[in-house]
């Protein structure tokens, strides 16, 4: 009984907190906490993607995510979550956490986008999976998919198939 007074009495001071103007983001990763604990998966889930609607660079949001999701067996949004925060936080992914099942290729593509620098597109660290090693990457030249994934290649090697025998030269207008 007193428990159920307490859930009654954090849900009342979320909904004030809310209406007051408090911070939606924050409202619903509380909310999102609360609702995993008590083992309100499929709720939590709502809330906790509402909050990265809100912050969808923030380490807490990101966490919370990965956990739900992996209960959820979304493993591929878990990575995706995970590998947000070890590229920005060098925060190690817990491949432990992960059956070896979930490593598929779709999954490795995608931590590989999530893993990447925006600035260096499309160059993206190649993600990979052993389960002896783990997770490894390599760099690859990425285009909705990898090019020439089963090869070893530099990106430099890899581009220069794609350009002229003359190089890549830049132009002035109107030569």
């Known amino acids: 009984m007193q428990r159920e ?4 009495d954090f849900l009342a001071q979320l909904a004030a907190y809310r209406t007051a103007g408090g911070d939606a983001g924050h409202a619903d990763v509380f909310a999102a906490q609360y609702l995993l604990h008590h083992g309100e998966t499929d709720t939590a889930l709502i809330c906790a993607e509402r909050a990265y609607a809100l912050r969808p660079v923030n380490y ?3 966490k919370l ?3 739900i999701y992996k209960a959820c067996g979304r493993y591929t949004e878990a990575l995706v979550m995970e590998g947000y925060a070890a590229h920005l936080y060098e925060i190690p992914i817990a491949v432990a956490d ?3 099942e ?3 290729p779709q999954a490795l593509d995608r931590l590989s ?4 620098r925006p600035c260096t597109a499309p160059i993206a660290p190649r993600a990979s999976y052993d389960a002896d090693a783990g997770l490894t990457f390599t760099e690859g030249v990425f285009a909705g998919e990898f090019f020439c994934p089963s090869t070893r290649r530099s990106h430099r090697a890899t581009m220069s198939a794609f350009m002229p025998s003359r190089g890549c030269r830049a ?3 109107g030569s």
């Open 5 to 8: 007074a307490l859930d009654d």
């Open 60 to 62: 807490e949001v990101w």
């Open 65 to 67: 995510l990965a956990q």
């Open 98 to 100: 992960y059956p070896a």
């Open 102 to 104: 979930a490593f598929t």
């Open 113 to 116: 986008i999530a893993m990447s």
């Open 171 to 173: 132009t002035a207008r």
